[in-house]
């Protein structure tokens, strides 16, 4: 069964260096998204990608956080200079339609320090 | 705005017995709603849609717009049931999911 994958699984970074955090939606889907997950909070939507581009976001993502296609598999979120509460769980979700199932990936947990 | 409250952090239950775990939503407009399972070690997995209305694993969630609430039931619980409950909302007009801050089952044998 196809799966969205995230790498690294845990990635730990020093406060202000940029961070890339990697995922590869299922290959037919063209709406990606990237969440994430404070330790002891909600999963909160930071973006959804529709044709190379933004279609949403929320506030959270400011200008520290950028999105990316850079080769048609990989789905990328980078955050320019990385704060202490950056850290999180981030997952990235696939679907194939509009307000249809999203996947999730594993996740990749952040840990700035 | 659009938001999902699960009023319980945490519902233990022994197996075989019935279980309903608690949505509310505020919203608007015509929400479409959802439960996500995350089972130890896992992925967010989709649960159930209110739009499929269909029973999946032996849960049923029947969407309340009177009372806004989306609960999530099943009749006898099982051991396999024990796993980490989401509540999703996704607006009429786009993908993003507003979920709630989840409720850990745990059924005790």
């Known amino acids: 069964e196809p799966e969205v994958t995230q790498t690294p699984s845990h990635q730990v970074t020093q ?8 995922c590869v939606p299922i290959s037919n889907h063209l709406y990606f998204y990237w969440y994430r997950q404070i330790l002891g909070q909600k999963v909160e939507f930071l973006v959804s990608f529709y044709n190379n581009e933004i279609s949403e976001k929320s506030e ?27 850290s999180a769980m981030y997952f990235c979700a696939s679907s194939d339609q509009q307000n249809t199932e999203a996947f999730f ?5 952040l840990t700035v320090v | 705005a659009q938001r999902v409250t699960q009023p319980e952090k945490l519902l233990s239950v022994f197996k075989g017995a019935p279980v309903e775990l608690k949505c509310n939503y505020s919203y608007s407009g015509s929400p479409e709603l959802f439960w996500y399972v995350q089972y130890s070690r896992q992925r ?11 029973s999946i694993k032996g849960f049923t969630a029947d969407l309340n717009k009177g009372e806004t609430s989306f609960h999530l039931k099943k009749p006898f619980a099982q051991e396999e049931d024990s796993a980490m409950y989401y509540c999703a ?6 993908n993003m999911l507003t979920f709630g801050g989840g409720t850990r089952l745990m059924v005790k044998p």
């Open chain 1, 15 to 22: 406060m202000g260096q940029e961070v890339i955090l990697r």
């Open chain 2, 89 to 94: 909302l996704s607006a009429n007009a786009g």
């Open chain 2, 44 to 54: 967010l997995q989709l649960l159930l849609r209110h739009i499929s209305r269909e």
């Open chain 1, 60 to 86: 959270i993502f400011d200008d520290q956080f950028s999105v990316e296609r850079p080769d048609g598999s990989n789905f990328t979120l980078k955050i320019r200079s990385t704060k202490l509460e950056d």
């Open chain 1, 105 to 109: 990936g594993q996740g990749t947990r």
